[in-house]
């Protein structure tokens, strides 16, 4: 294991953790990666998992407010429950049940996970706002000074050389356990469906929780946790209270369309069709224009 600058097709350089030929984010500890696997699960711990920016705040937001059963006001992040990030013994001192995030993939959690057969809320979101959320968030982190173009930065970020390697050996593996093992309780939410029906999406997330909060509670949920709101709730103030700048960006499907040019849009498609051939995932990329009314802006 051991810090690393990777760099883009351009030359600008990354800074990155190593470990077990994967590279992760640079975080200032380390002890909470390398360690992952080595958290002690409880049997009412619930996960929200997903490559990174699918959607992971938002989830996380309605998430905890579900199982308070209450709207909440503060600035607290995801950061407090996530795994490779929070210290451990943080993550020991939280009361039950523990909202825990990931990134990982599952095969290199705690195989607690698995046994214990713990609620699992896995995510997707399309690779293409993926790869735009990802980059546009990477060039706002304060400690990377990353100064990279994006057409530099797009097809090593598909290509999987940046922190978590990449999007279609993440869910490809989720997909493999996920038939692995049919016992596990896992809800798949995709992030265009949120922004399809937050509220129809925020029901499914509530039954599965067993949280059976009432509809007036949910319906108030789902403005609470509207982009809108979130982005002005959450202004950034330390990395585990408040934001980290440009988690909040734009909360829409299909930004990609400003960012991809013609023959990176091309060279993707291919990319993705050779990669994706005999899995059944069924990924949107846009949505039809009718269909984003009534949700969560
Ligand atoms: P964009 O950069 O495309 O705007 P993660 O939480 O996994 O890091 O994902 C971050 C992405 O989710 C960002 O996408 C962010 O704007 C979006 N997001 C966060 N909260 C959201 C919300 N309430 N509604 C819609 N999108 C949201």
């Given at each position: ?43 009412d711990d619930i996960f929200i998992c997903g490559f990174p920016k699918s959607g992971t705040h938002w989830v996380w937001e309605a998430s ?234």
């Amino acid at each position: 294991m051991s810090r690393v600058k990777v760099l883009d097709a351009g030359g600008d350089a990354l800074p990155m953790f190593q470990h077990q030929g994967q590279n992760y984010p640079n975080y200032p500890q380390t002890d909470s990666i390398v360690n992952i696997h080595k958290v002690p699960i409880r049997d009412d711990d619930i996960f929200i998992c997903g490559f990174p920016k699918s959607g992971t705040h938002w989830v996380w937001e309605a998430s905890r407010m579900l199982l308070a059963g209450r709207l909440m006001d503060d600035t607290v992040e995801k950061g407090v429950g996530m795994m490779e990030y929070a210290p451990h013994d943080a993550i020991q001192a939280m009361s039950s049940p523990r909202l825990l995030n990931t990134h990982f993939k599952l095969s290199l959690l705690p195989p607690d996970i698995v046994k214990k057969r713990c609620k699992i809320v896995y995510l997707l979101r399309n690779p293409k706002d993926v790869a735009v959320s990802y980059y546009n968030f990477i060039l706002k982190l304060p400690n990377y000074n990353y100064r990279g173009k994006w057409e530099n930065f797009m097809k090593y970020h598909v290509l999987g050389k940046f922190s978590y390697g990449s999007w279609f050996d993440f869910v490809l593996d989720w997909e493999e356990e996920k038939l692995k093992h049919p016992e596990l309780p896992v809800l798949t939410l995709h992030y265009e469906d949120m922004k399809e029906n937050n509220l129809r999406e925020l029901r499914k997330l509530d039954s599965f929780l067993g949280t059976d909060r009432s509809e007036g509670f949910l319906s108030a949920l789902y403005e609470h946790t509207s982009f809108t709101v979130m982005e002005k709730r959450k202004a950034p103030t330390t990395p585990i209270q408040g934001a980290l700048p440009g988690v909040y960006r734009k909360g829409t499907v299909g930004d990609w369309k400003n960012w991809f040019k013609p023959e990176q849009n091309e060279w993707f498609d291919k990319y993705y069709t050779d990669r994706m051939e005999g899995s059944d995932l069924n990924i949107r990329f846009t949505l039809p224009r009718r269909a984003t009314m009534g949700a969560s802006t």
